[in-house]
């Protein structure tokens, strides 16, 4: 059952008439636990109310189904609209976004175009910008890519995900650019031909490449709300000597918010994953298809 609920999920994530529908009816069915606010304002507020709280954040505006470069220039626009308001608000916080909505699926020309704007504008901020990293089709793209940009910049990173099997490479070839990199476990629907079907296999893998990314001396975010291997990770970072500032764990909003309290107590720091905009269908399916279990909480707000 929890395997049909997650495929119907990743599914409907992916459904462009479903994300049309849903913008219709604004941030619902609870999708406000998950998603700041569909404005600026109200996602400023969000990071100003974290940053109270002790954590930094990361903004994401999000962006789904770009199909035209009129639309890929609207989403790196909306990108640069945050970054000022960051700037302006004065808060904590760095950029997070995603290539395909920078218009990667119409052209890497004008995806790199709408890149460097972004990075031309941060830098001039002297803030930091994420690529989130999408489904398998697009890894080894938004590597190149990531790859050209450093030989200009410093302030970018990207994700790696440990359920796909090339990651361990990926980490031993990316060491010599000592990359920022975030470390997920990985949210979309892949073939076991690329990737950990097991979730034990994908556990295990994740220990692993942060084990071997701090090791090779670079920055890590641990980006989970899994306590096991946050207690581990700590452990480990304890045992082998690692400094506070090689590292910083990292959550999205409203998801274990006792557990991102608890180790901003404990003196880490804390990142939080704070989406916002009116395309927050896609963001929401992948979050209730990582925990089923979410989609009672989604039923109690329908009927309230
Ligand atoms: P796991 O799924 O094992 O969950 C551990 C525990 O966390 C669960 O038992 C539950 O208590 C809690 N939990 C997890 N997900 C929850 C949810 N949705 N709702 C409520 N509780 C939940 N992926 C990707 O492919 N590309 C990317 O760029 C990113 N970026 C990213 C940034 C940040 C800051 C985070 C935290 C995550 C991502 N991800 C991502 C998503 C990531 O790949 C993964 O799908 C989720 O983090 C869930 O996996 P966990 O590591 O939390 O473990």
Not at 76 to 83: E, I, S
Not at 146 to 164: F, H, K, S, T
Not at 218 to 237: G, L, N, P, R
Request: proline content about 1%; charged content about 30%.
């Amino acid at each position: 059952m929890e395997m049909v609920m997650r495929n119907l999920f990743q599914s409907l994530a992916k459904s462009r008439a479903a994300n049309k529908m849903a913008k219709r009816y604004g941030l619902r069915f609870g999708a406000g636990r998950f998603v700041a606010g569909e404005t600026i304002q109200r996602a400023i507020e969000a990071v100003r109310e974290l940053n109270r709280e002790g954590k930094v954040v990361t903004l994401d505006h999000l962006g789904e189904f770009v199909f035209t470069e009129e639309e890929a220039n609207e989403s790196a626009d909306m990108c640069l609209k945050t970054l000022d308001a960051i700037n302006e608000a004065g808060v904590s916080s760095n950029l997070s976004l995603k290539m395909t909505s920078l218009g990667l699926d119409i052209s890497r020309e004008l995806c790199v175009r709408n890149m460097r704007r972004i990075l031309d504008r941060a830098k001039a901020y002297g803030n930091f910008v994420r690529i989130d990293m999408e489904d398998f089709a697009h890894c080894q793209i938004s590597f190149d890519i990531l790859r050209e940009l450093r030989q200009e910049y410093d302030n970018v990173g990207i994700v790696v995900q440990a359920y796909l099997y090339r990651t361990m490479q990926d980490i031993d070839d990316l060491k010599e650019l000592r990359l920022n990199l975030r470390l997920v476990k990985g949210a979309y629907k892949e073939s076991p031909e690329v990737a950990y079907p097991e979730k034990k296999d994908v556990d295990a893998n994740f220990r692993a490449i942060i084990k071997r990314h701090l090791l090779n001396g670079c920055y890590a975010a641990i980006a989970t709300h899994d306590e096991s291997v946050i207690a581990d990770m700590k452990a480990f970072i304890k045992e082998q000597g690692i400094s506070n500032d090689q590292f910083e764990f990292q959550m999205l909003f409203g998801i274990c918010v006792d557990l991102q309290n608890r180790l901003v107590e404990e003196g880490y720091r804390v990142r939080v994953y704070v989406p916002y905009g009116i395309d927050w269908f896609g963001y929401f399916m992948r979050r209730l298809a990582e925990r089923p279990a979410n989609v009672w909480f989604v039923l109690k707000n329908m009927f309230k």
